[in-house]
Every structure is written in C-alpha cells, then in structure tokens.
C-alpha cells in the first residue's frame, strides 16, 4: 500500500536550515526522517498532533535544534 503523505516545510524553517551550520542536518533529515514521516507520520515520539485550527495535523519535533 503507497502513502500519498507530504512534508511540509514553511518558510521560517526553510530559513533556518538554509543556514551554513544547519546544511549537514538537511541531508540527513531529507535522507532519514522524511521517508519515516512519509510511512506513518502519526506516531513517534517526536510527532505531535496539533490542536485548535490546526486539528487533524500532525508536526514532528526535532529534540536535537
């Protein structure tokens, strides 16, 4: 069964990891998380559910930035 899940990155994040120090964690996020998030991005202990306007969507936290 294919997922027809996408990522979402808005522009403040897009901002931030444009960022010189941030490049190398980009790669990794693209290569790592994404295709996790993309396979079920309902659980994990970094993803939260949002609330309020925003029910129904689900954010993944980084704990490391």
Known sequence: M??????AETNFYKEKINKTQFKRFYTKIKDYV??????????????KKLKGEFEGIYRYIPKSF
């Open 2 to 7: 294919l997922n027809n899940f996408k990522i």
């Open 34 to 47: 994404y295709p996790i998030l993309k396979n079920n991005p309902y659980f994990g202990k970094n993803v």
